[in-house]
Nanobody
Framework: QVRLVESGGGSVQAGGSLRLSCAVSGYTYRLAWFRQAPGKEREGVATLAGDGSTTYADSVKGRFTISKDNAKNTLHLQMNSLKPDDTGVYYC???????????????????WGQGTQVTVSS
């Protein structure tokens, strides 16, 4: 059974940085970060496949970096140059189906963390 536990959210001023972490237990192949702002649909922010390849939403390219500490089995999302539009609940997601193509669609991920709040003030 896969379990995901996020941490690292908080409040920061625009231009600041935050680092989110997600402790992963169980077998996974594809990992991702999603976010959901109030009144908006859930958005896939970044993905990391088992072969190390990554993808990013256009809105965060050049500012966010997804990575994984394999020794600690922990997924990270380094967020720099934060903007008020980055505000939302951030979720860690995982899936074990290695044969699926890389995706930032929520329907393609089976396991989800509880979410962590990120608030960016102007």
């Amino acid at each position: 059974q896969v379990r995901l536990v996020e941490s690292g959210g908080g409040s920061v001023q625009a231009g600041g940085s935050l680092r989110l972490s997600c402790a992963v237990s169980g077998y996974t192949y594809r990992l991702a970060w999603f976010r959901q702002a109030p009144g908006k649909e859930r958005e896939g922010v970044a993905t990391l496949a088992g072969d190390g390849s990554t993808t990013y939403a256009d809105s965060v390219k050049g500012r966010f970096t997804i990575s994984k500490d394999n020794a600690k089995n922990t997924l990270h999302l380094q967020m720099n140059s934060l903007k008020p539009d980055d505000t939302g609940v951030y979720y860690c997601a995982a899936d074990a189906r290695w044969w699926l193509e890389t995706s930032r669609a929520g329907k393609d991920y089976t396991y989800w963390g509880q979410g962590t709040q990120v608030t960016v003030s102007s």
